[in-house]
C-alpha cells in the first residue's frame, strides 16, 4: 500500500464495490456479462455504474435461470472493449470491495489484460472476510444470508447493481462497526482488518455468568471502563465512543485482538465503568 493510501482515513477514501456476472467460474475461460459498480465515501453511495457485456461467448442455460440474463440479452450489449475505459475511470484508485472480493477482482482484472491494458493493482477488500471476523456466530456468511440478517431490500438478486448496491450497504455497516467498535480510523487498518485472527474465548472466568449481568448494563454512551482481577486488582483500563460495543467485543466477538489482550481476559473477574460527555 502506498503512503497516501496507508495515512488516509476512513472517511476520505473511496470505496468501490464491485459485482460481476459471468458465464463460468474461471475468469481464465469465461467472460463477464454484467457489471455493477457503487462508489461509497464517508459512509455514502455517491454514484453508481451498471452494463450488460457482450461476453461473446454463449451463455448456458442454467446461469440464465439463476441469474436471468440471456444470449438474446447480450447480443446487443456493448462489448467490454467498448465499456472498458467506463468501468476503469469508475474504479479509479478507490479500494476494490466485494462479496469473495478475489472472483470479482480476478474477472476484470482478467478482461483488463484481455484487452492489452496493464493489471491492475487497487487495494482489496472483502466483505465475506470482515463478516467472518465482525459476525462470527451467524453460521453463513453468504451474501443472500447478510442481506436477510440486515433486512436489506433487493429488488432483482443475482444481478450485478442490486447485488453492488446490497453489498454496499453491508459495507457501510461494517465500516461503522469498524470506526465505533474497534475504533479502526484508517484505510490501511481496515485492509489489515479482513486478516485477523478470529479468537474465541474457550475457557470463560468462572464468573461468567457474573459478567453477562453487567455486560446487560454497560449503556451505549462515551466513557471509560475499568477491569480487575480476582484479588480486585486494576488489570486493564480503556476508553470508548461506546462503552457497550467495546467491553462486548473482549467476550463475545473478541476478534483481532493480540495474544496478550486475549490472555488477559480470562483474568477479568469484575468490571466497572464511568461515562463521560464525550470520548
Not at 496507508?6 to 459485482?19: E, G, L, T, W
Not at 468462572?206 to 453487567?214: G, R, V, W
Amino acid at each position: 500500500m502506498n503512503e497516501a493510501l496507508k495515512n488516509k482515513y476512513i472517511n476520505d477514501a473511496s470505496f468501490v464495490v464491485i459485482d460481476v456476472e459471468t458465464t463460468g467460474q474461471s475468469a481464465q475461460y469465461g467472460r463477464i456479462t454484467e457489471i455493477g459498480m457503487v462508489k461509497v465515501i464517508d459512509g455514502e453511495v455517491v454514484d453508481e455504474y451498471s452494463t450488460l457485456i457482450n461476453p461473446e461467448q454463449f451463455i448456458l442455460k442454467f446461469i440464465t435461470d439463476m441469474t436471468g440474463i440471456s444470449n438474446e440479452m447480450v447480443a446487443i450489449a456493448p462489448k467490454f472493449s467498448e465499456v472498458k475505459s467506463r468501468i476503469q475511470s469508475f474504479l479509479g484508485d478507490g479500494v476494490f470491495v466485494a462479496h469473495n472480493v478475489s472472483f470479482d477482482y480476478n474477472f476484470v482484472n482478467t478482461s483488463f489484460v484481455r484487452e492489452g491494458l496493464k493489471p491492475i493493482f487497487n487495494e482489496t477488500l472483502c466483505t465475506v472476510r470482515i463478516a467472518r471476523r465482525l459476525l462470527p456466530t451467524t453460521k453463513s456468511k453468504s451474501l443472500e444470508s447478510l442481506i436477510n440478517y440486515y433486512g436489506i431490500k433487493v429488488k432483482d438478486r443475482h444481478r450485478a447493481l442490486d447485488d453492488a448496491k446490497a453489498t454496499a450497504q453491508i459495507l457501510i455497516t461494517f465500516l461503522e462497526t469498524l470506526e465505533n467498535k474497534y475504533e479502526i480510523e484508517t484505510l490501511s487498518d481496515v485492509i489489515a482488518f479482513q486478516y485477523k485472527n478470529v479468537f474465541k474465548l474457550k475457557k470463560p472466568p468462572k464468573n461468567f455468568l457474573a459478567l453477562k449481568d453487567t455486560l446487560e448494563d454497560i449503556p451505549e454512551k462515551p466513557g471509560v471502563y475499568f477491569m480487575y482481577n480476582k484479588y480486585n486488582t486494576l488489570i486493564y483500563i480503556g476508553k470508548s465512543k461506546n462503552l457497550k460495543e467495546r467491553v462486548d467485543s473482549y467476550f463475545y466477538h473478541n476478534t483481532g485482538h493480540t495474544p496478550k489482550v486475549f490472555e488477559m481476559v480470562r483474568y477479568v473477574q469484575s468490571i466497572k465503568y464511568e461515562t463521560t460527555g464525550s470520548e
